[in-house]
């Protein structure tokens, strides 16, 4: 949560640094601030509540702000409400040091009643002014450099922060330090960046660096040192972001996310491809040999939201596939309830980020417990990726959309390519019917183009429900777990109350919610299962219930039950996930749209969840 970027070089501070945020504004988006410095004058700091457009708008997209060394921040409130008093960056009172921060400062209670005992006094709500402070206040009782004075804070804070500082008697100069918060440094020729994600920099440069845990760093003509607690410099090199520029942009799309729709089928063939060699899925080079796979005797798989999701739609078809027993968990709560691990557990992490915070905590749980652990993680060095045992990369590129769609898409692939494999190395399936699997996943991404060629009967059924207050979402097997995610889309940009339930449990008590025109959309993409299914429709249905079924071509009788039915391709079963979670992608967008909503910037909600 939060985005914080920083730029100074040769250029104007203020535009570089707008341009940066919008390409944060996914992490954070109820305030924005910048604080510009030219040369030895004093730091402009401008700050505005509400989106970024309106601090774009008070500084004249930044034309109006002098300097050539500054830093801002899009913030998502966690302490103090969202208001300017608040937005970041935070001065000290003579403006000595000033400071931008994202992560939380968990101490800062203690640390506020230690200032305010040594003469400090407090405007805002948040733990960013008190660590600026504190800043200010070690760099003058010791008298040393800002290397100093910030190793001594952050020895002094319990949290997670990454922070970008400035001091008025470095005014050419940007400190930062990073704990368990995203950073990353990027260069080019005489010009120096910080940000929370790659976006924000990617137009200007590739060359990044990675500050690991405890470091900090100092940014300065055209060159950065970085530096340990102690004070002593830490040899780095730079690594190139693969990610081109445009991935990060609109591409002629009204939104980020009918954008990142429609990257599905690419990014699928290339996660898929990144495994795939001559016609056999080869896991050794992510560090799983068959040697590893055969020892592999259950699986515990841990995430959150949509990436907690794809682990149930694993949970199917690796239990199925493979027969070792899966167990799905919610990062935030497999944390705390002292989960039962040993040496014996492969425990899969499922992450787009590579940040959420209960994510990260959970492979620390693992991997204390002495548990392997494998993540599948979308963001090349993020902290996820770079604790775990091994780690599958999806190659979805960046997702700027809040709400997650390619990323969700490349994760279910990411877990065929490994259910498959381990059935192969298990013994469980034959060649034939290895092959088979295999064919039916390249098969994906063409069919999910079709889905998306026919959006526009999405778009017409959407355009009815505009106005929908509740709706249900129902199936079973695979399609319960479908049905998670297209009702979590619902709710997180249409705004739409929604609730998805396994079909069979909706007699149990749900059912007494139905009435006359609620929606309830219904998932049928598993032949066994279908009768069943049918029959809870029909169960709604007499209680007043409007159905629109999802289900595969071929299953035209379901006319006779449901008022609305969208058709999709038929593929193998365990990989139907893939394919009937796009119309309920396309419904989410089209009833956000239809009610005006920011698809891309859904209320109260930010892509990169780094708080608990
Ligand atoms: C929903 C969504 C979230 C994320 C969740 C985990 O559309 O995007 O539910 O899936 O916050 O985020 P990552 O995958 O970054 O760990």
């Not at 299914?533 to 709604?540: A, H, I």
């Amino acid at each position: 949560m939060c985005g914080i970027v920083g730029y100074v070089g040769r250029e104007q501070a203020a535009p570089i640094l707008l341009e940066g945020l919008s390409k944060l504004e996914y992490r954070g988006y109820d305030s924005a601030g910048i604080v510009v410095r030219d040369g030895e004058k004093k730091a402009e700091v401008i700050k505005a509540k509400g989106k970024l457009e309106n601090l774009s708008e008070k500084t004249n997209n930044g034309l109006d702000i002098k300097g050539k060394c500054g830093i801002g921040h899009t913030r998502w409130a966690t302490h103090g409400e969202p208001s300017e008093l608040n937005a970041h960056p935070h001065v000290s009172d003579d403006m000595n040091v000033v400071a931008v921060h994202n992560g939380i400062i968990e101490n800062y209670q203690e640390l506020k009643d230690k200032l305010i005992r040594k003469g400090y006094e407090f405007y805002s709500q948040t733990d960013t002014e008190i660590l600026t402070k504190l800043v200010d206040y070690y760099y003058k009782k010791y008298k040393v450099g800002p290397i100093d004075a910030i190793a001594k804070t952050m020895v002094r804070v319990r949290g997670t922060y990454a922070i970008a500082v400035m001091f008025k008697d470095y005014p050419n100069e940007i400190y930062v330090a990073r704990k368990d918060s995203p950073l990353i440094l990027g260069i080019t020729d005489g010009d120096c960046y910080l940000a929370s994600d790659v976006p924000a920099i990617l137009k200007h440069t590739r060359n990044v660096y990675y500050i690991d845990n405890l470091e900090m760093a100092r940014m300065h003509d055209g060159q950065i040192d970085f530096y340990n607690l102690d004070g002593d410099i830490v040899p780095k090199d730079t690594v190139e972001i693969k990610w081109d520029a445009e991935a990060a942009e609109k591409g002629g799309y009204e939104h980020f996310m009918m954008k990142e729709i429609h990257e599905q089928p690419r990014i699928i063939t290339e996660t898929f491809n990144s495994v795939y060699k001559n016609g056999k899925i080869d896991l050794s080079e992510i560090g799983l040999t068959d040697d590893i796979i055969k020892n592999i005797s259950k699986v515990t798989i841990v995430a959150c939201g949509s990436a907690y999701h794809v682990g149930m739609v694993a949970q199917y078809v690796i239990e199925d596939l493979v027969r070792v027993p899966v167990r799905v968990e919610l990062a935030s709560e497999f944390r705390y309830r002292s989960p039962i691990l040993s040496e014996d557990d492969y425990v899969i992490l499922i992450s787009q980020s590579g940040e959420t915070e209960d994510t990260k905590k959970a492979v620390s749980e693992a991997k204390a417990h002495g548990a392997k652990t494998l993540a599948i993680v979308n963001v090349v060095g993020s902290s996820i990726a770079r604790e775990a045992d091994n780690v599958f990369y999806t190659l979805a590129g960046p997702e700027i959309s809040v709400a997650t769609t390619k990323a969700y898409s490349a994760q279910l692939i990411a877990v065929y390519a490994i259910a498959t494999e381990f059935a192969r190395v298990k013994g469980k399936i034959d060649e034939e019917k290895y092959n088979y699997y295999i064919n039916e996943i390249l098969t994906l991404p063409s069919k999910i183009e079709k889905i998306i060629e026919n959006k526009e009967r999405i778009q017409w059924i959407a355009n009815k429900f505009s106005s929908a207050k509740d709706v249900f979402f129902i199936g079973r097997g695979i399609d319960y777990a479908i049905c998670l995610e297209g009702s979590l889309k619902m709710k997180e940009i249409s705004y739409i109350h929604s609730e998805a339930y396994a079909a069979g449990e909706l007699k149990h008590g749900p059912i007494a919610l139905i009435e006359d025109g609620i929606l309830v959309i219904s998932c049928l993409t598993q032949e066994d299962l279908f009768e069943k299914t049918v029959s809870n429709m029909v169960e709604v249905k007499s209680r007043g219930a409007v159905l629109l079924a999802v289900t595969t071509y071929g299953h035209y009788n379901i006319e006779d039950n449901s008022n609305y039915v969208t058709y999709i391709p038929k593929t193998d079963e365990h990989f139907m996930a893939s394919l009937a979670v796009v119309p309920m992608q396309l419904m989410g967008y089209y009833l956000s749209v239809s009610k005006g909503i920011d698809v891309d910037k859904p209320k109260n909600l930010a892509k990169s969840v780094t708080v608990e």
